[in-house]
């Protein structure tokens, strides 16, 4: 069983401040993607990482892949009550056509 | 900006009922997918589906569901008869080229079986 551990589950940060999001495997991923969901709704697609030690950035968002291919992270500078909503991480498993998620990361930024 | 779009985006079921969820994928996409998310929990695969054949699919679909392409625009997940478990969101999603490409995900079907 392939799993994607993501921490922390929840986190409460002033505005203003940094902060980062962790997902961590003991599988390989072909590639893996972050999206951001809002409640009752769909995931919505951030970034996609394919190579390993590859980094994305988006705005204030900095997406990193390891360089085995088996970890992840997001780190936010300067956070804003905009970014506040839960973050999920998914990973296509190597030689499969399924996304694996982790369990996702609940954000909240306080102004 | 083309999105997957899906519906109805709530359905309420008696549990033994027969249910069509319906999705529309990205126009250029070949590739299809269902996930759901149960309340509070991970979202997890269900099926993947190409060239009119399912590819790959998880532990939970079982024979109570089936996928098909009717025409050339609409992607279905048909649950034969529900029950009170399959409560949950499902989720449409399509990739361009191959199995490696991004996912895009529809809004969802919140799905609820009495």
């Known amino acids: 069983t392939q799993l994607l551990e993501q921490s922390p589950q929840f986190l409460s940060i002033q505005e203003g401040e940094n902060l980062t999001v962790y997902c961590n495997s003991s599988?390989?991923?072909?590639?893996l993607q972050w999206y951001r969901q809002e409640p009752g709704e769909g995931p919505v697609l951030l970034v996609t990482?394919?190579?390993?030690?590859e980094v994305k950035k988006l705005k204030r968002l900095t997406f990193q892949f390891g360089d085995a291919r088996k970890d992840s992270s997001l780190h936010i500078t300067a956070a804003q009550p905009g970014d506040t909503g839960l973050y999920l991480c998914a990973g296509l498993i190597q030689g499969a056509q399924k996304l694996v998620f982790g369990q996702g990361t609940r954000l909240t930024i306080n102004p | 900006e083309p999105e997957v779009t899906q519906t109805p985006s709530h359905q309420v079921t008696q549990m033994g009922q027969e249910v069509i969820l319906r999705c529309v994928p990205i126009s250029n996409h070949l590739y299809f997918y269902w996930y759901r998310q149960i309340l509070g929990q991970k979202v997890e695969f269900l099926v993947s589906?190409?060239?009119?054949?399912?590819?790959?699919k998880s532990e939970i679909f079982d024979d109570q569901f089936s996928v098909e392409r009717p025409d050339g625009s609409n992607f279905t997940l048909k649950i034969r008869s529900t029950k009170l478990e399959d409560s949950a969101m499902y989720f449409c999603?399509?990739?361009?080229?191959?199995?490696?490409?991004?996912?895009?995900f529809g809004p969802g079907t919140r799905l609820l079986v009495l």
């Open positions: 599988s390989v991923f072909s590639s």
């Open positions: 999603a399509s990739s361009a080229g191959g199995w490696q490409e991004t996912q895009y």
């Open positions: 990482v394919v190579t390993g030690g």
């Open positions: 589906f190409y060239n009119n054949e399912i590819s790959e």
